[in-house]
């Protein structure tokens, strides 16, 4: 039975790469991968040989001259005496801001609007159909530079704030609306503020042991502890007695009307609120058709059987209902906040200086470098892009269906 | 028993009563607002306060708009009207009664040889007829004044209609050749139409020689041809390579290192061509493309010329080889990882760098470039999601026929699959059709770019809000009915699938 | 190496057949029969598109000397519009011909991006426009300002630089466009606007209520706007730079629109004007165009006194003064070479 264990050992032959399925795929690749170098050859070769028919070179080295204009949102300082470089950090933090703060808001009026559609009541899921369409049907860049007009004209200027204007502060003087941004008071740390700030947090620990704890026990006893009230007074006592205790060190700089604008405070720039809101709104309504359709999703009778056990309509949404609407909430969500974040580039439609305005604006636009510069942003955007889908994807694979 | 006393028992009543009418707060539209607007007092105070809402939204908004003024001519004269009729507040929409075209068309010229002969004769025949307006020897000045008088004359309407034929018969010709993808209903042959559409498109479009999108047209069935004798001669692999092969010899040069002007053929069929029988339009340079036509065009071109390389894309995802499968991944991702603005500006920043020395492309092919591939990696995900779709005893049955892979995607899966993903396509279609508004960051005169354009003008300097209300609104009303449909269509192939 | 390229489905005969990169500039616009000329997306005076779709302007008109003595024909242009980001990329890449899109004339720009300034055809400088009512006399009196600016101009830079020099602080409020400048300065989001004093001028000009703005005495810049070319290109370099003496010379001469042709039918006493409407010498063939080429081109726009009133003169909206860019007999800085 040797020779029938043993099949005759066939040399090999050419053709075999072509027509012998176990090397054809093997074929291919190597085919395809002598494509994609060559590809890649000839795109290098071509663009070296334009450069150098310009006379131009590639280097990184203009990152690290002057920039020498000045940018008005800053999350670290900047003057317009600083590099290059610091000028693109400062408009990735730019974006970045935006783009988590957008996120947040965008879900917030997301699954407040995807709910509403649902509402019983005719108005609201009229009027809730009417904003998602409208968001939906018109292209963002419209949207933005809209909100930015109607943040323009019809928030009073600063000077409408001097006395006898017709503007005033509002909250106790404390914050001001006006057409250039909303002026907010800003914290001023004095010498003993350390602690207080130390033990806040540590407070907030404490909330999230309690809690811990709490279940625990609820597991073990079935006793409940009234773990909100016990929280809230976390949350207050100790702070502001170590406030008190260390002789109130940190105070609050309200804005104030002089010279031409306000001073003190903190200023949350027009630009940055016209672009954070369109940029939600706009993606809310794309949150509001996925929350809407990940409810539908969930069958009724799963409220039913909920009911039947006699849970309570809130206690039915927390634990029936939203857990597994979840699930089909969460893919098409996470492409939404990626694209929300792609979005904040059209930030140059209202000067907002995000990266793109400043290392693929400005920048390559003062130094001629377009070639480094869009590929310095390419790259940024990237890898934040990878690292949200990546991060969205750790979640969801937490709230993913168990299946054994 | 119960006969009997049924019978016997007079006092049973043997009539129905007339049913009474319902109490007076459970009907008509009483009822209706009690259950759908007061429910409850949440849902009244949400009702009233929505109400409010709307009312001071709309106080707001509709004298402005109703009060409009539609007959001036300059921002200037709006604002004299305006304080003439003593409102306080109008809008000035006169700033689209003359420029919708322009909003609508950029700066695409009209065909004012047609228009002069058939709507403004008798000028023309005045100014000394056509050959002396607009031969090649007339005085060009006095060729801009007579169009702009004639235009004056004749009304926007006329010029919409007949001066702007092309592109109107493009968008026509657009939807005709569409139908039959998206009825089955009609007759196949009409696929054969929507294979010359792009050719039909662009010679409609951009004019030139016929001879142009003719011969490309007849140079890829030729290659296709070539391919197919072949493959059925030796073997398909080898048909496949003379295909290519076929493809570099009609379209590009495949000696770049010896060149001795043979290569392309494409260029000395189209000059034989064309001097043999000249025929053709007007030849329109991409820089006059602008408006909502250009918006149209990007996003429709783009979408159709990604659909092929989406699908190959998606299949390449799938595939079982780690190399393709690990290049489609990296082109997909890198595209959908950074935005289309930034894609723009090396489309017109950088492309040019990347393109043999010497090459140079008008911007608006390397936009449509650009955004092709773009839209291929959103359509391959797309394309992707209607493979997985598709129950796995399909793939099992086209193996157990026997089919290779290519017979079992092309019979078996991808009709299926592309049947599925083709909501999924027209919502690409309108989230590219949206961005296309982008284009006017690289300078292409898009809708919003001609916004500026016409706010720079003495006449409309300091214009926005109906600008950017009617631009808004040309976009909701494509977008909005195209989103329908998708919905239509979504809801029609779910019930084929049940 | 020359390659060509053609990708069959998109390419359309004529529209991107591949071009050999041998032709110079002058010949690719004769084998074109129009010029390319990247302009601005729309800036009141300089350039913008009428209801009919042709543009009128300054720097338009500019373009349509150069294309009628290259073409003979002034409306054998096809006009490229540009953003401030894209334009130098553009015309280095050969997109354009010519560049005539307000550019300022810099070192770095002239050298390192390799382009070539053939003259200027408008001296602007940088200035400030507030409300009346600030009471501001002087720039300098801006401290803690918010200020307007375009992003991608040399007018960030300047700002920069002169807010540092004073020592002074302010608040960049960067718009896109002209037009969002404007109308943020209306709404009374920046206090001031900042830009070149002859855009000042022509977005002042619009106002419902002109009076109540004012453009303060300083100029911070040096703005000399002019043509651009590619570097190398020398000959095509010469017509762009001659057509323009052409028109500044033709004023000083007092040649115009209404008497070129009187003027250039016979030789006249003044050998400057034969020689510049070529009744005498062979000027025109020197640079490759007929003899006859600056009749042609001041016929077709006028000389540059003509041009500068019809687009942003005094009696036009814009309503800007000769200033610097009056002829240097009149004391301005106009200054055509002898045509010899």
């Not at chain 2, 001795?260 to 053709?280: D, E, K, Q, R, S």
């Not at chain 3, 115009?256 to 010498?281: D, F």
Request: charged share 15%; net charge negative; with cysteine.
């Amino acid at each position: 039975m040797a020779d029938v264990t043993e099949p005759p050992r066939e040399s090999f032959r050419l053709s075999q790469l072509l027509y012998d399925s176990r090397y054809r795929s093997l074929t291919i690749q190597v085919v395809a991968a002598m494509l994609i170098m060559a590809l890649l050859v000839e795109l290098v070769d071509n663009t070296v040989t334009n450069l150098a028919a310009l006379g131009k070179d590639i280097g990184f080295g203009f990152l690290w001259t002057t920039a020498g204009y000045d940018i008005n949102q800053q999350l670290i300082p900047f003057s317009s005496q600083d590099t290059h470089a610091r000028a693109a950090v400062v408009g990735i933090l730019n974006t970045l801001l935006v783009a988590f703060l957008g996120c947040i808001l965008a879900t917030v009026i997301g699954v407040l609007a995807g709910v509403l559609r649902l509402s019983k009541n005719w108005l609201i899921a009229r009027i809730m159909t009417v904003y998602v369409e409208a968001m939906r049907n018109t292209p963002l860049l419209i949207w933005i530079l809209i909100v930015f007009a109607v943040m323009t004209e019809a928030t009073p200027q600063p000077r409408e704030f001097r006395e006898g204007g017709s503007a005033s502060m509002i909250l106790w003087d404390s914050v001001a609306i006006s057409n250039r941004g909303v002026y907010i008071p800003r914290p001023v740390w004095a010498e003993g503020s350390g602690l207080v700030v130390a033990v806040f947090l540590l407070s907030i620990v404490g909330i999230f042991a309690l809690r811990w704890y709490a279940r625990r026990r609820q597991e073990a006893t079935g006793q409940q502890l009234p773990v909100l009230w016990i929280s809230l007074g976390l949350f207050f006592v100790p702070a502001l007695l170590a406030y008190f205790v260390m002789g109130r060190p940190v105070s609050l700089e309200y804005p104030e009307l002089g010279g031409f604008n306000f001073t003190g405070g903190v200023q949350i720039r027009n630009s940055f609120i016209a672009l954070w809101l369109a940029l939600s709104l706009y993606t809310s309504a794309f949150i509001a058709e996925i929350v809407r359709a990940g409810i539908l999703a969930v069958s009724k009778g799963q409220t039913e059987a909920s009911f039947a056990l006699g849970l309570q309509p809130n206690r039915t949404m927390q634990l029936i209902i939203l857990p597994q609407a979840l699930r089909v909430i969460i893919p098409p969500l996470i492409s939404q906040y990626l694209n929300l974040t792609k979005n904040s580039s059209l930030a140059i439609a209202v000067g907002y200086m995000d990266v793109r305005s400043t290392l693929g604006g400005i920048t390559i636009n003062q130094t001629g470098r377009e070639l480094e510069g869009m590929l310095l942003l390419g790259i940024f955007y990237l890898i934040t892009s990878l690292i949200i889908s990546a991060l969205m994807n750790l979640y969801n694979s937490s709230v993913k269906l168990k299946e054994r | 028993m119960s006969d009997t006393h049924a019978h016997s028992v007079a006092f049973a009543r043997d009539t129905m009563l007339p049913p009474a009418p319902p109490p007076p707060g459970e009907t008509g539209a009483i009822r209706w607002i009690r259950e759908n607007l007061f429910s409850s007092w949440s849902n009244g105070l949400l009702t009233i306060v929505s109400i409010y809402l709307i009312w001071s939204i709309l106080s707001a908004i509709l004298p402005w708009t109703l009060q409009g003024i539609w007959d001036a001519g300059s921002l200037g004269e709006c604002r004299a009207i305006r304080d003439e009729r003593g409102l306080s507040t109008a809008a000035c929409w006169a700033v689209i009664n003359e420029r919708w075209l322009q909003i609508l068309f950029g700066f695409y010229p009209t065909d004012n040889q047609l228009l002069a002969s058939w709507f403004y004769s008798d000028e023309l025949a005045a100014a000394g007829g056509l050959e002396a307006v607009f031969g090649p020897g007339s005085n060009s000045t006095a060729r801009i004044e007579f169009i702009a008088a004639m235009k004056a004359d004749i009304g926007n309407l006329v010029v919409f209609f007949f001066g702007y034929w092309r592109p109107l018969m493009a968008l026509a010709l657009l939807v005709v050749a569409v139908a039959p993808i998206l009825y089955s209903s009609l007759p196949r042959k009409l696929l054969w139409f929507s294979l010359a559409y792009p050719f039909v498109a662009v010679f409609l479009l951009w004019g030139g020689t016929i001879w142009g999108p003719v011969s490309v047209a007849v140079g890829l069935v030729a290659a296709i041809l070539v391919g197919r004798v072949v493959a059925a001669a030796s073997g398909a692999l080898l048909g496949m390579l003379a295909g290519i092969v076929a493809v570099l010899a009609i379209f590009l040069n495949p000696l770049p290192f010896a060149d001795i002007g043979l290569f392309p053929l494409l260029p000395h069929v189209t000059g034989v061509l064309n001097a043999a029988m000249p025929i053709g339009l007007e030849a329109i340079p991409s820089d006059d493309f602008g408006g909502f036509m250009l918006a149209i065009i990007i996003g429709t071109s783009g979408i159709v010329l990604s659909l092929p390389l989406g699908i190959v894309l998606a299949l390449g995802r799938q595939s079982s080889m780690p190399l393709i499968k690990w290049i489609c991944v990296t082109f997909i991702e890198v595209i959908r990882g950074v935005p289309l603005i930034v894609w723009l500006f090396t489309a017109s920043l950088l492309l040019n760098y990347f393109l043999p020395p010497g090459t140079n492309f008008d911007l608006l092919l390397r936009v449509i470039i650009m955004v092709t591939l773009f839209a291929s990696a959103y359509l391959a995900e797309v394309v992707r999601g209607g493979l997985a779709a598709l129950p796995k005893g399909q793939y099992e049955a086209a193996d157990s026929l026997g089919l290779d892979y290519w017979k079992a995607m092309r019979l078996i899966v991808l009709p299926q699959a592309l049947k599925i993903s083709i909501p999924g396509i027209v919502n690409t279609f309108i989230g590219l059709f949206k961005d296309t508004t982008l284009v006017v960051f690289i300078g292409l005169r898009d809708p919003l770019g001609l916004t500026n354009a016409i706010r720079a003008t003495a006449e409309w300097n300091g214009i926005y809000w109906e600008l950017y209300i009617f631009v808004g609104l040309l976009f909701f009303v494509f977008c909005f009915f195209m989103s329908r449909y998708s919905m239509y269509l979504e809801r029609k192939l779910q019930t084929d699938r049940r | 190496m020359k390659k060509s390229v053609f990708l069959g489905t998109l390419a359309v005969a004529g529209l991107a057949a591949g071009l050999a990169s041998a032709q110079s500039t002058l010949e690719q616009v004769q084998a074109r029969g129009s010029l390319l000329c990247g302009s601005n997306e729309g800036l009141a005076g300089f350039a913008a598109p009428d209801a009919n779709g042709v543009w009128q302007g300054f720097d338009v008109s500019l373009c349509r000397a150069i294309a009628t003595a290259v073409l003979g024909d002034p409306q054998a242009v096809e006009f490229v519009p540009l953003t401030s980001q894209t334009r130098f990329t553009a015309l280095a890449a050969g997109e354009v011909d010519v560049l005539v899109r307000n550019s300022t004339w810099t070192y770095s720009r002239d050298t390192d991006l390799n382009l070539d300034f053939v003259g200027v055809n408008y001296y602007d400088g940088q200035g400030f426009m507030v409300r009346s009512d600030l009471g501001v006399s002087s720039a300098t009196e801006l401290d803690g300002a918010t200020v307007c600016i375009q992003t991608g101009t040399t007018t960030e830079l300047n700002l920069a630089d002169f807010f540092r020099v004073n020592n002074i602080t302010y608040e960049p409020v960067p718009v896109a466009t002209n037009a969002e400048g404007q109308q943020q300065y209306l709404a009374g989001a920046c206090d001031v606007y900042t830009t070149d004093v002859s855009g000042l001028a022509a977005t002042r000009a619009t106002f419902e209520n002109a009076s109540e703005h004012v453009i303060l005495p300083e100029i911070v810049s040096k703005e000399p706007l002019g043509p651009v070319v590619r570097h190398g290109d020398n000959d095509w370099g010469d017509i762009v730079r001659w057509t323009l003496n052409a028109l500044v010379a033709a004023e000083e001469y007092g040649v115009t629109s209404a008497n070129v042709r009187e003027l250039a039918a016979a030789p006249t006493a003044n050998p400057e004007i034969n020689r510049l409407l070529g009744t005498e010498g062979e000027l025109g063939a020197m640079m490759g165009l007929a003899n006859d080429w600056a009749v042609n081109v001041i016929a077709a726009v006028g000389n540059y006194g003509e041009v500068f009133e019809q687009n942003i003169g005094e009696n036009t909206p814009v309503g800007l003064a000769r200033g610097l860019n009056a002829q240097w007999t009149d004391g301005g800085l106009l200054y055509s070479p002898p045509f010899r």
